[in-house]
């Protein structure tokens, strides 16, 4: 849909809401810039504002609106006198063309620009896509020229990247048509969230700490299993400089006038699915309440919020909001799509246990809660009542949030109570795991705790590469799970919540540069495809240039 208002130049939205002067922005456009360096640095030295996470429950095809609770509840929090500042991660171009079409909200809780954001924005991932493949053909191009580094071709651990869901990219052969072309190897491409430098670029504080990890990734091994880096490739310099301007936030705002961070990657399900640290900081530095979201179900992003991000950066939330909707409940309790808008109060009783399950895994990270019901039209009054009652009966506050019919007017009661809960101030995090814990064990911790399985289960090869990366002294670091998005455990079609399943390891990467352990669980893939109906089929531009079929 195209929205009716007219937003503020960001020049003047920067100094009326932030009070920041012009020369402190990087204008591209009339509606979107980015902080400078100079202002992120000075941004360090004054007090936080509260930082409150935005989840949801398993995400559905009947939809939750997390994104657009997010923006929802930081105009509420606006409209009731508070100083809210929205820091979100920019869309990837693989869903907006697959199956979720545009990630800029819905209704009158939206970004704008919604079309530049959705497609290239400030050009963030073409950025992180350049400097994650210069690193691949200076792999490829070392080789070619008498492999003085010793790879075993065999060994090569690094990929390339495309910002598509291209399922024909997933496994390919390269350096084909004779020796002028290369060295013939297998190889094959992520999508760009799935990037360690889009893990790096989200988890690095500035440009310094910037260099010192992209210099740590381990690219491919010698035949003696030694390791070698970028760094040994003499890659980062180039790198860092592809990553310069990508480093800083662009501020743009909502149709309300709220201003917002965009940077970062999404995709919990293959990456750490949170925006920037640096992002994050600046919109605490900037705001009374700083609101973030983190990828898919509080299973995924919101346990890689608290394991990853929490951890390694010292941020600390004041409350989660976790977003849900009746149908998306209906549809857990074993209604499919086409009958969602139907009341069924037996089919929501049902469907309930997978918010509980999200509510006390947040609530065992230390996070006071607040339940939002994403209000839609074909909701009913009793299916209404009964989620405050069973809610209330856990000791959570429950909002009916009509943001994306009503604007900040339909979020006040979800911002006053937001306000509440995070009133005490930053939360006490506990961690799913403790930083000396065995990477092993570290996984089994997430799948029992978090997922409600019985245990996790791997082949011989790769239990043998997880006690390697223990005796290799990567033992310390955190666990990044890639796994289904749709279900607690691997198998996308177990709605609600299931318990007592097995949660199998596929695949284990190392992301030295990024400082975690990626376990690749189930049939989940870090290149997606696209599905039978492509969202790009519906999106097309007139003779005037507007954009249609992105919302």
Known sequence: MTPAATPRRIVDLARDRLDVDEADLSPHGHLKAKLSTRLLNALRARPDGRLILVTAIS??????????????????????????????????LGPVFGMKGGA????????????????????????????????????????????????????????????????????VVVGLGGTANGIPRETGFDIVVASEVMAILCLADGITDLKARLAEIVVGHRGDGTPIRARDLGAVGAMAALLRDAMQPTLVQSLEGTPALVHGGPFANIAHGCNSVIATRSAMKLGDYAITEAGFGADLGAEKFVDIKCRVSGLRPSAAVVVATVRALKYHGGVEVADVERENLEALERGLPNL???????????????????????????????????????????????????????????????????????ATLRFAYDDDTPLWSKMEA??????????????AKVRAQVERLQADGYGGWPVCVAKTQYSFSTDPTLRGAPSDHVVRVREVRLAAGARFVVMICGDVMTMPGLPKVPAAHAIDVDEDGRITGLF
């Open 446 to 459: 997430i799948a029992t705790r978090v997922y409600g399985a019985s245990g996790i289960a791997a082949d």
């Open 104 to 171: 800029t909200g819905g209704g009158r809780a939206m970004l704008t620009p919604m079309d530049e954001i959705n497609l290239h924005f400030t050009g963030d991932f073409g950025a992180i896509a350049l400097a994650h493949n210069l690193l691949s053909a200076l792999i490829d191009n070392h080789i070619h020229h008498g492999n003085a580094l010793g790879f075993d071709v065999r060994r090569i651990g690094w990929r390339r990247v495309v910002d598509m869901n291209d399922r024909a990219l997933r496994d």
């Open 59 to 92: 995400p559905t095809p009947a939809g939750e609106g997390k994104t657009t609770t997010t923006i929802g509840l930081a105009d509420g929090l606006n409209r009731i006198g508070q100083r809210a500042v929205i820091a979100l991660r920019e869309p990837s």
């Open 356 to 426: 509980v399950r999200h509510l006390e895994n947040l609530r065992a990270f230390g996070l006071p809660c607040v339940v939002a019901i994403n209000h839609r039209a074909h909701d009913t009054a009793a299916e209404i009542a009964l989620l405050q009652r069973r809610i209330g009966e856990m000791g959570v506050p429950v909002e009916v949030a009509r943001h994306y019919a009503d604007g900040a007017a339909g979020a006040e009661g979800l911002a006053r109570a937001v306000v509440a809960a995070a009133a005490p101030g930053p």
